[in-house]
């Protein structure tokens, strides 16, 4: 769901090796996207709940394509999971019931680092709205 300019992640090293920091800005319409997507995955996983997702790894043989399961489920309408989300998010994004607004923190409990996450309220993330922020 990372459309660009919405979205960065890095890293830089600290003055006192080994102690670096992390950051990951997004901007409020990613963050609102992500929401959205999770509350209606968690919406299909409450109608169908997923399977052991790992056991088609298994029967899948070396050397051969990889077959990667998409069932139909009667609960989503007929439909593949992706497929039912996919069909749920213009309603659930329209819905009024879901809000994301600009914030920051500070996650000091990194192994070898300090984390910071924003959330920044612009169209597109830039320097220039990055070092404003």
Request: glycine share 8%; hydrophobic share 40%.
């Amino acid at each position: 769901m990372t459309s660009r300019g919405s979205q960065s992640d890095g890293y830089f090293l600290g003055k006192i090796p080994p102690i670096f920091y992390n950051f990951s800005f997004e901007t409020t319409r990613h963050a609102y996207m992500n929401l959205v997507f999770d509350a209606a995955m968690d919406t299909a996983d409450a109608l169908v709940p997923r399977e052991n997702c790992g056991d088609w790894l298994l029967r899948n043989k070396p050397g051969q394509p990889l077959q990667i399961p998409n069932p139909l489920y009667p609960e989503l309408g007929g439909l593949t999971r992706m497929d039912w989300v996919e069909q749920q998010l213009p309603g659930m994004a329209n819905s009024g019931d879901y809000h994301v607004v600009e914030k920051w923190s500070l996650h000091r409990d990194y192994r070898f680092g300090i984390g910071l996450h924003a959330t920044i309220d612009v169209p597109f993330l830039t320097i220039k709205a990055v070092i404003a922020f």
